[in-house]
């Protein structure tokens, strides 16, 4: 059931600061290892082993089903293995999801080496390297065609 602005606005909500921090995002992939590959070696994320799987996810994780990843700020990030998954629509150009895309922070001095990071992997370029007040960015897809961001603060 999708709430209505109505229903919102008239109900009282969460306090400022209850919410603490975003704990995890989970994607659906069409390629596990492909994804792990990309999150894992190519950004850099360390991928949870063992122990560190959540009980919950354990099963799928021996199962090949799931992995997961923890950013630097220790958000995890689970990918989700759906082989049958397709976007609506085959060109990553249309947005086929609600979310818009995943964003990363970086250092200054290490943007220019993500960006040719992803030129030497062949990593499809959506946008940018853009600049603007807010920082440096630049757009690009996940294997499964999900859009990501590297991005940083102004140098």
């Known amino acids: 059931m999708v709430s209505s602005p109505q229903s919102i606005r008239s109900t009282p909500g969460l306090t ?7 704990h995890h995002i989970a994607l659906h992939v ?7 590959c990309f999150y894992g070696k190519l950004l850099g994320l360390r ?5 560190e799987v959540p009980e ?16 630097p700020d220790g958000t995890i990030l689970d990918l989700f ?5 397709t976007p609506p629509h085959p060109d990553p150009n249309q ?5 818009g895309h995943l964003a ?15 030129h030497q992997n062949e990593v499809a370029i959506a946008h940018g390297p853009v ?25």
């Open 81 to 85: 293995w759906k082989p049958n998954l």
């Open 56 to 71: 919950t996810l354990r099963q799928a994780f021996e199962a090949g089903e799931v992995a997961n990843f923890i950013t």
């Open 104 to 118: 990363f922070d970086i250092d200054p001095q290490w943007f220019d080496q993500a960006v040719d990071v992803l």
């Open 16 to 22: 400022l600061g209850k919410l603490r921090r975003v």
């Open 131 to 155: 600049t603007r007040p807010t920082g440096r960015g630049v757009y690009f897809y996940d294997p499964d065609g999900f859009l990501v961001e590297i991005r940083c603060d102004p140098s």
């Open 95 to 99: 947005e086929f999801t609600r979310a």
């Open 47 to 51: 991928e949870l082993q063992g122990d």
């Open 30 to 36: 069409q390629d596990i290892n492909a994804s792990r």
